[in-house]
């Protein structure tokens, strides 16, 4: 694996990071195909890409010929995954944060696609490692975690499974700078660097919600105001979605075992409730 060149990206999942990471890629020049093969996720996909890059337009960060230009670029199918992968020299999962479904699309990748496709994840917290297991190539699979709105946020997270390979990271590194990123490189842990910290402060700040400390929105001001974050810890985690925050960290606490990412009993109650967030209409904050 000396040398990646990468014109084609197949997303698989067309969730909200996954047609945000097919947006960024087709804007930023690569032929990016959107694969999902639940029904109707693709078409609202791809309209959520389409009023992205709108916002875009009306915000001066993008101009019509270049929206014309990406959509050009953008292509989806609902079918065959073998269909999909056609072509492409980076494929990137953004399925649900479940092992055994990410295992099993690696699985199948592998048998459709040549030896030097680079495969990787978007998980926030899963182990590299344990997706590559099983694997003929594991050293071709790392974690690409982008975060959301990914046409916005500058951040890419790169994680080192056991036994991903250099030249791999280096190729994603690269890749990383065309699609307006600043890159991190992170081994293979817990959490890696950004969920880790991130779930640790949203965690504190459903506590202090909880004890009645300060509302949600001094809670968040104390982050904005006082540190500088562009968004506080609460309004973050409707972003995100509550079941998102509660899935990520159980998985934590079950693999540091720390009360740090013991999940708040207002975060489980307002998952079992169906107050998710923003997508939702309804978490720490109403929409």
Do not use: W
């Not at 960024?24 to 996720?41: F, I, K, N, T, V």
């Not at 056991?162 to 890159?183: F, R």
């Amino acid at each position: 694996m000396s040398e990646h060149r990468v014109q084609r990206i197949t997303v698989i999942g067309a969730g909200t990071m996954g047609h945000g990471i097919a947006a960024q890629a087709a804007r930023c020049g690569y032929s990016a195909h959107l694969y999902d093969p639940q029904e109707g996720a693709v078409e609202r996909g791809l309209s959520q890409i389409y009023a992205s890059y709108d916002k875009a337009i009306a915000k001066g960060k993008m101009t019509e010929k270049l929206r014309a230009e990406a959509q050009g670029r953008l292509s989806s199918s609902a079918g065959e995954l073998s269909d999909a992968v056609k072509g492409s020299e980076l494929i990137i999962e953004a399925v649900p944060e479940r092992l055994a479904l990410k295992r099993e699309i690696f699985q199948a990748l592998e048998a459709l696609v040549a030896p030097d496709v680079i495969l990787a994840s978007n998980t926030s917290s899963l182990s590299i490692s344990a997706i590559a297991s099983g694997l003929t190539r594991p050293e071709r699979l790392l974690g690409m975690h982008f975060f959301n709105p990914v046409m916005i946020m500058p951040l890419l997270e790169l994680v080192r499974g056991e036994q991903t390979s250099g030249d791999v990271i280096d190729a994603m590194k690269a890749l990383g700078e065309t699609l307006l990123k600043t890159c991190i490189v992170v081994k293979d842990s817990p959490g890696f660097a950004t969920s880790r910290l991130g779930i640790t402060l949203g965690n504190e700040a459903m506590r202090m919600f909880e004890e009645g400390v300060a509302s949600a929105e001094d809670i968040d001001r104390a982050m904005t105001l006082g540190y500088r974050h562009p968004i506080g810890p609460l309004a973050l985690t409707d972003l995100v979605g509550l079941d998102v925050r509660l899935s990520i960290t159980e998985h934590l606490y079950r693999e540091l075992g720390t009360d740090t990412f013991k999940p708040p009993q207002i975060l489980v109650e307002k998952v079992a409730r169906g107050e998710l967030g923003k997508k939702s209409g309804r978490g720490f904050y109403s929409y």
